[in-house]
């Protein structure tokens, strides 16, 4: 997070030196309206997300659904999912989140809202038809550790700045391609400076040009560590970390995209919802671009907590 | 001189405000951990009578068991005082766990949705009460740490605070499940 925020400052500070002139102090003026710019998209979505999302899994509540006429083993999985809900959130000592089913086969769950007194928790109808209770609490329970965790807030946040890196390096890349780098208040302070400017300047081009990229990767780094964490404070909740881990190994086994989570939540399911092969490789690529960690590494340390490892 | 010595002073009061105020919340939180549990544990006692009219029928030869779960039901809605309350409510759990494994015995029975359902229920507002004692225990025990601590704990009694009590296991036989099990099963 820290590496983040310096990233992005030094993103921000290139950018107005090169275009705003070059005296010691410059005032960031490109640097807050990329932040500014890019804050108000994930205020939008901080407010309303949970709603979008929601709609666009097709997700039902649970209540509605179990007034809908559920059949009998149906109304029991619902009950047990209301009740798990339930019992997690007493756990936790927090209000108990709102209950959703999503109509989709793939085994997986996620989480949303901006706080915990306005969170959903959504599950899969694969993952009720896959899990047993125990292992269902563990899963709900890692969801209300991102609700309790404030991961929600966090990606949010981190979304703003990768939006504030994206539209900075492409005012940049327009600029480039006009020459109107280097004409502003550089021009003429090069001769005194000299080499050293040079090539800090080359660094920064460098640097803004991979920027989205590099953005992209620092957010998963981030949503990476927040798994783990949501996973170890989950079985803090459950006492009962191997439930958790053997509802992961399910959820592995049945790995499938589930189409109906888009990609901007996916750092708050459960399981990678895009499906991607990368997710459970290991290796310095999955590591560097995959929300979520290798499977097996999730479940290694979940079991080093329940020492079965 | 005067005004470090003022500083130091200020600083010295700011502290104590806020160690004042985190104490209040604390002990509130702890309050409130303990009448959740409550809470469960009436849930619990108006869901037994039902449990027991649904399988009465099917268990006509366990007059005894269900007997059993009904009086241990009564004496605990009459306890009086946290301890005896403890006590009752462990005789509760007992009784209830030898209806269940009792009912293993009735295939009809187990698969009946209604008592399907009950027993879910029932699973369930066990786990509320277990869940609602971790979590009394839990801020309890951080409320008890804030107190504790140096330099806390010589404003913390000035203040009139108490470590608040956690909650025991009462019963020797509810005490050897968890020995038994080493798999961090609660």
Known sequence: ?309 | MTWIALGIVALVVFWAIALYNRLISLRNQVLNGWRQIDVQLKRRHDLIPNLVNTVRGAMEFERDTLTQVMEARARAVSAIGPSDAARKEGELSQALGRLFAVSENYPTLRANDNVKMLQEELTSTENKVGFARQFYNDIATKFNIAQQTFPSNVFASMLGFKPAELFEITEAAERQVPAVDLSMRK
């Open chain 1, 1 to 309: 997070m820290a590496g983040f925020v310096a990233f992005f400052l030094f993103l921000g500070y290139g950018f107005d030196r090169v275009y705003f002139g070059g005296g010691e102090f410059v005032f960031p003026i490109g640097t807050l309206t990329a932040f500014g710019v890019g804050s108000a998209s994930a205020l939008t979505s901080y407010y309303s997300g949970d709603r979008a999302v929601l709609l666009s899994a097709g997700a039902v509540s649970v209540d509605r659904a179990l007034s809908a006429g559920a059949s009998d083993g149906d109304t029991l999985k619902l009950r047990q999912l209301d009740n798990v809900v339930e019992e997690m959130s007493i756990a936790a000592g927090l209000p108990k989140p709102k209950v959703y089913v999503v109509p989709d086969p793939d085994p997986n769950a996620f989480a949303t809202g901006r706080d915990p007194e306005h969170a959903s928790i959504a599950v899969t109808r694969g993952l009720l038809d896959a899990v047993t209770r125990d292992e269902l609490q563990g899963v709900v329970a890692h969801e209300l550790s991102h609700v309790r965790n404030l991961d929600i807030r966090l990606m949010t946040v981190i979304a703003a700045m990768v939006g504030a890196i994206a539209l900075l390096s492409d005012w940049t890349s327009r600029g480039l391609r006009h020459g109107s780098v280097g004409s502003g208040g550089r021009r003429g302070r090069s001769k005194d400076k000299g080499g050293a400017a040079v090539v800090l300047l080359v660094i920064w081009i460098v640097a803004i040009l991979l920027a989205p990229l590099i953005g992209q990767m620092l957010a998963m780094m981030v949503s990476r560590r927040r798994e783990y964490l949501a996973d170890a404070s989950g079985a803090e909740l459950t006492r009962n970390p191997l439930a958790l881990a053997s509802a992961l190994e399910k959820i592995e086994q049945a790995h499938a995209p589930t189409p109906s989570v888009k990609r901007g939540t996916a750092h708050l399911c459960i399981a990678d919802p895009l499906g991607k092969a990368v997710g459970l490789r290991q290796g310095w690529a999955p590591d560097l671009l995959a929300s979520h960690p290798p499977m097996a590494n999730r479940i290694t340390a979940l079991r080093q907590m329940g020492f079965q490892a």
